[in-house]
């Protein structure tokens, strides 16, 4: 079992900035590569950012390449995304997950341990 918790959401204004973090606890060695997905209300959960095991590989959804940096720190068994120039269309909760890198790295059913997530709301 892995529990993933998510903490650092919260209200913003457009053009601002938050860093979320997830902390993860239990078989950690089974969840390597670490991602953030993010469900907007109405939409499907999608692919945010990966990253890899040693933190050197990163992976990130067009939509925010250039303004959201993943990163981890494996002595806290914890990943941040540090998100800027957040805008009203990232507005959405965001999810920590975890597993195997593979080629369907930005599939919800790739993964099996999910955090409860943490709200991210942009306003404009």
């Known amino acids: 079992q892995v529990q993933l918790v998510e903490s650092g959401g919260g209200l913003v204004q457009a053009g601002g900035s938050l860093r979320l973090s997830c902390a993860a606890s239990?078989?950690?060695?089974?969840?390597?590569?670490m991602v953030w997905f993010r469900q907007a209300p109405g939409k499907e959960r999608e692919f945010v950012a990966g990253i890899s095991g040693n933190g050197i590989t990163t992976y990130y959804a067009d939509s925010v390449k250039g303004r959201f940096t993943m990163s981890r720190d494996n002595a806290k068994n914890t990943v941040y995304l540090q998100m800027s120039s957040l805008r009203p269309d990232d507005t959405a909760v965001y999810y920590c997950?975890?597993?195997?890198?593979?080629?369907?790295?930005?599939?919800?059913?790739?993964?099996?341990?999910w955090g409860q997530g943490t709200q991210v709301t942009v306003s404009s």
């Open positions: 239990g078989r950690t060695l089974s969840t390597p590569f």
């Open positions: 997950t975890g597993g195997y890198w593979s080629t369907d790295y930005g599939r919800t059913s790739s993964y099996k341990y």
